[in-house]
């Protein structure tokens, strides 16, 4: 298991880009499957974009092509850059493994607004 702290977050117009990243702590980084997860009020928590101990991505449709996520094993990060953002995008944004492992942490914000 990992523990993971995610941090990038804040408010952006329309159209504009983030990038995530999520520190991670203990050798569990190198072997397990990762992932960036999101949760807008009053919905549940959905799976955004995985990524494998390998490097195969995938993504949910409503950010392929929009979103890249990315994991340098050296410095336990994974990364999620976010483009072309839209409104539906503000969500409360966590990492984790795949499938799920430990706690979750507090998450960071992502506000898309004008």
């Known amino acids: 298991q990992v523990q993971l702290v995610e941090s990038g977050g804040g408010l952006v117009q329309p159209g504009g880009s983030l990038r995530l990243s999520c520190a991670a702590s203990?050798?569990?980084?190198?072997?397990?499957?990762l992932g960036w997860y999101r949760q807008a009020p009053g919905k549940e928590r959905e799976s955004v974009a995985t990524?494998?101990?390998?490097?195969?991505?995938n993504y949910a449709d409503s950010v392929k092509g929009r979103f890249t996520i990315s994991r340098d094993n050296v410095k336990k990060t994974v990364y999620l850059q976010m483009n072309r953002l839209r409104p539906e995008d503000t969500a409360v944004y966590f990492c984790?493994?795949?499938?799920?492992?430990?706690?979750w942490g507090q998450g960071t914000q992502v506000t898309v607004s004008s």
């Open positions: 990524i494998t101990s390998g490097g195969n991505t």
């Open positions: 203990g050798r569990s980084f190198t072997i397990y499957n």
């Open positions: 984790n493994a795949v499938p799920v492992l430990g706690p």
